[in-house]
């Protein structure tokens, strides 16, 4: 079965600099950098990273809210990126998008029902009075009173802010919605109903999601697959289970030893994995491997001067990294005190290459 949405070698440069005149002096931000992966119908693939690793970039390119710098996006077989006029508003229709910031996305000087409405006015669905329909019970759908079309979103707390940013991307009735961060921005009593609500709607609408987040408990929670992102390039990808119980590249590992456990007992029995120094600026990348500037696993000269493929590491899950294969999984977690003392590669003639491969 073919995909519902197949992304090929994506990738979105920004130009900053000084400007027209001294352009030779403008630089090149490498936001996303070659990403590649489908989407399934009906599927929820969580997109996962740090802030600044290119998440929302993609998602934005996909939607054609930033427009690629080259690759191709496929939205059931047809290329999104030549596409002009009304077959771009078609695809908008069937591709819709959640905000990250329910306030922000909202116009202040709009009442939710205006809101609400816009997107079936843009695409000449219905009469006003059958727009006005459509709107209560879509807010009914996501557990708000019709009566609420009235109201302006400063009225709001921003879980029903987001209640109505979800209802408007349900409107048209899209195939897939892309999910920008929709509940970051909530406290986490509200996360959780928001998570539980978007479950519910995928059942109930046959809906596809592309998941854009930092917080593995709640990718772990909604996402059937998961792809990870370090500085503009997917590093891991596979089932939720196989991430998360084999993680197969070191930055995954790291990831998820930062994400706490609810139970004190098995925190404290945990290690932390720990990386030394900051995400290289992407203006000027690291060669070879982007992670090998922080991971401790590096062997030079191999991870400095060649890029690891994505490769499949096992059915369904597949890793950009040289040394996958051999990464300790079962043998438990690397503490900072002891990760030159481990030798992760079973005898392997190498050596962390000083204080790139080093924890802090």
Do not use: W
């Amino acid at each position: 079965m073919a995909a519902l949405l197949q992304v090929e070698g994506l990738t979105k440069h920004f130009r900053v600099g000084q400007g027209v005149i001294l352009s030779h002096m403008n630089k090149t931000v490498k936001a996303v950098d070659d990403v590649s992966f489908a989407v399934e119908q009906g599927e929820t693939l969580g997109l996962v990273g740090e802030s600044g690793c290119g998440k929302s970039t993609t998602g934005r390119c996909i939607n054609r809210l930033l427009e690629a710098t080259s690759g191709k996006i496929e939205f059931e077989g047809v290329d999104v990126r030549r596409l002009r006029g009304k077959r771009l508003r078609v695809y908008r229709r069937d591709v819709q998008f959640i905000f990250q910031d329910p306030y922000a996305s909202l116009n202040p000087r709009m009442t939710f029902g205006e809101i609400m409405a816009e997107p079936l006015v843009i695409h000449g669905f219905g009469t006003r009075r059958e727009r006005e329909q459509r709107c209560k019970e879509m807010l009914a759908v996501v557990g708000l009173s019709p009566e609420h079309i009235h109201r302006y979103p400063h009225e709001f707390s921003g879980g029903q802010r987001q209640r109505v940013g979800i209802a408007r991307s349900l409107m048209l009735r899209p195939k897939m919605i892309v999910c920008d961060e929709p509940v970051s921005a909530l406290d986490v009593s509200i996360q959780a109903q928001i998570i539980n609500l978007l479950d519910e709607l995928q059942k109930e609408f046959g809906l596809t999601y592309l998941f854009i987040a930092h917080d593995l408990a709640v990718v772990r929670h909604i996402c059937d697959r998961v792809a990870v992102m370090y500085l503009g390039k997917i590093v891991e990808l596979g089932g939720r289970q196989e991430v998360y119980s084999s993680p197969h590249h070191p930055y995954t590992e790291s990831l998820l030893s930062a994400a706490p456990v609810p139970d004190p007992q098995k925190q404290r029995a945990r290690s932390r994995i720990i990386l030394r120094g900051d995400v290289p600026d992407p203006m000027y990348p690291p060669t070879g491997c982007r992670f090998h500037t922080r991971c401790p696993i590096a062997r030079f000269p191999i991870c400095s001067e060649e890029e690891p493929p994505l490769r499949s590491v096992a059915s369904g899950h597949e890793t950009a990294c040289h040394f996958a294969k051999a990464f300790p999984i079962s043998a438990g977690r690397m503490t900072s005190g002891d990760a030159h003392q481990q030798d992760p590669f079973g005898g392997f003639d190498g050596r962390p290459g000083g204080n790139l491969g080093d924890f802090s």
